[in-house]
T-cell receptor, first 117, second 109 residues
Framework: GAVVSQHPSRVICKSGTSVKIECRSLDFQATTMFWYRQFPKQSLMLMAT?????????EQGVEKDKFLINHASLTLSTLTVTSAHPEDSSFYICSAWPQGIQGDTQYFGPGTRLTVL | SQQGEEDPQALSIQEGENATMNCSYKTSINNLQWYRQNSGRGLVHLILIRSNEREKHSGRLRVTLDTSKKSSSLLITASRAADTASYFCATEYGNKLVFGAGTILRVKS
């Protein structure tokens, strides 16, 4: 089956610093990737849709200048949390929509646990 | 909000029993999917049911969809301790997935 990886799996940073999270589709190409945020004991909330070769589309209430998304290639999207604060601590999950593979399933990465001190 | 609702929020059962989780949503959908998430981990896709389907089976899983009531149910039969996890329904709008609040299932051995 299709595999999506995320790196790092866990990161701890100081308040005010920036953190980059990578999402890679390992065995398929994805023109579209998605970034979700999940707070403890809550559901996943879509943050933005990452489009290869164009600007990301952000959901209402998500600050595009704070959460920078770059979809550099058909297999890589990055999320940079800029000037992170403790309230940005969360579980960030990406997913990818395979092109050319039958079915409507998005494939999810294993997630990145961000802790901002 | 387009986010669906799930009930129960939490469910605790004995190994071998069946577990039923329900999901309701608000607008017309292309399909509805169920996912499992073990604590602190990513999501595992369980099953997808299209809007023109009423029931689907996969191993010990049975999913129903009632588009007139805008609801779906996930039944896990003969539950195992390894089924302990959070279960989410997700509805597809365009190319976006909107997740329900989730049900935390605990299967006691």
């Amino acid at each position: 089956g299709a595999v999506v990886s995320q790196h790092p799996s866990r990161v701890i940073c100081k308040s005010g610093t920036s953190v980059k999270i990578e999402c890679r589709s390992l065995d398929f190409q994805a023109t579209t990737m998605f970034w979700y945020r999940q707070f403890p004991k809550q559901s996943l909330m879509l943050m933005a849709t990452s489009n290869e070769g164009s600007k990301a589309t952000y959901e209402q209430g998500v600050e595009k200048d704070k959460f920078l998304i770059n979809h550099a290639s058909l297999t890589l999207s990055t999320l940079t949390v800029t000037s992170a604060h403790p309230e940005d601590s969360s579980f960030y999950i990406c997913s990818a929509w395979p092109q050319g593979i039958q079915g409507d399933t998005q494939y999810f990465g294993p997630g990145t646990r961000l802790t901002v001190l | 909000s387009q986010q669906g609702e799930e009930d129960p929020q939490a469910l605790s059962i004995q190994e071998g029993e069946n577990a039923t989780m329900n999901c309701s949503y608000k607008t017309s959908i292309n399909n509805l999917q169920w996912y499992r998430q073990n604590s602190g981990r990513g999501l595992v896709h369980l099953i997808l049911i299209r809007s023109n389907e009423r029931e689907k089976h996969s191993g010990r899983l049975r999913v129903t969809l009632d588009t007139s009531k805008k609801s779906s149910s996930l039944l896990i039969t003969a539950s195992r301790a390894a089924d302990t996890a959070s279960y989410f329904c997700a509805t597809e709008y365009g190319n976006k997935l909107v997740f329900g609040a989730g049900t935390i299932l605990r299967v006691k051995s």
